[in-house]
């Protein structure tokens, strides 16, 4: 079965700072998809960013970022120039991608995210 | 296009009562899955209907039941309902076409069983 560990239950960042939040996974799959949630405290999940295993080029979107390192199973989000907006609980999840029935996310505990004006 | 929606947004219950969660996918999506999330046991995969068959299932007793309908909507059902019930409930729709993978979530329903 796979695992997802967040190892930073918190962390706090200055707005218009930068912040990485790490994430490793454990696989024995080679062919999988890794995503970066985002949820608020109004509770709705948001999807920030994805990434596809067999890519090698990390996913970026505007102010996130990704470093995927395959080989160490581990996959940290980076945000850039952080705002207020962006205070939330992160989820790190897998998803294998064998077969057509394989829409279970696997989850991390989360990192709480804090944005100091 | 619509997101996904949830009702009832707030629900509280007693022990032994049962209780029935309807999701609603975003258009054209055919597949639904639903989660539990707890502060102690974060979130927990419970299982995945597409084209009305359950798919996918994951580690929760036969008291948590789930259905899929011909529009995709989906409902899940809970027996006999425990202290430990309580929680955030989300569902989560995907496309399900080739090369689709993305899961988009609705505001779940939150339960209180008293």
């Known amino acids: 079965a796979q695992t997802v ?33 985002k949820q608020p405290p109004s509770r709705q999940m948001i999807l920030v960013i994805r990434q596809e ?18 080989a160490a199973k581990s996959f940290s989000l980076k945000i850039s120039d952080s705002q ?26 989360g990192t709480l995210l804090t944005v100091n004006p | 296009k619509a997101g996904v929606t949830q009702t009832p947004r707030y629900l509280i219950k007693t022990r032994g009562q049962q209780v ?9 999506h055919r597949s639904v899955s639903w989660y539990q999330q707890t502060p102690g046991q974060g979130l927990q995969f419970l299982f995945e209907y597409f084209s009305e068959t359950q798919r996918n299932k994951g ?3 036969g008291r948590f039941s789930g ?12 027996s006999t309902l425990e202290l430990g019930d309580s929680a955030l409930y989300l569902c989560a729709s995907s496309l399900a076409g080739a090369g689709s993978y993305e899961q988009y979530f609705g505001p779940g329903t939150r339960l209180t069983v008293t």
Do not use: H
């Not at chain 1, 962390?11 to 949630?37: I, K, N, R």
């Not at chain 1, 295993?53 to 395959?70: I, L």
């Open chain 1, 53 to 70: 295993a067999y890519k090698q080029q990390n996913a970026t979107e505007n102010r996130f970022s990704v470093n995927f390192q395959k």
């Open chain 2, 20 to 28: 029935t969660l309807s999701c609603s996918p975003i258009s054209g």
């Open chain 1, 5 to 37: 560990t967040q190892s930073q239950p918190e962390m706090s960042v200055q707005e218009a700072e930068t912040v990485t939040l790490s994430c490793t996974y454990d696989t024995s799959e080679s062919d999988y998809y890794l995503f970066w949630y």
């Open chain 2, 67 to 78: 259905r899929q309908f011909s529009n995709s909507r989906s409902e899940m059902n809970v």
């Open chain 1, 84 to 109: 207020l907006g962006d205070a939330a609980m992160y989820f790190c999840a897998y998803r294998s991608a064998g077969g057509g029935s394989n829409y279970k996310l696997t989850f991390g505990k």
């Open chain 2, 59 to 61: 580690n929760f007793p």
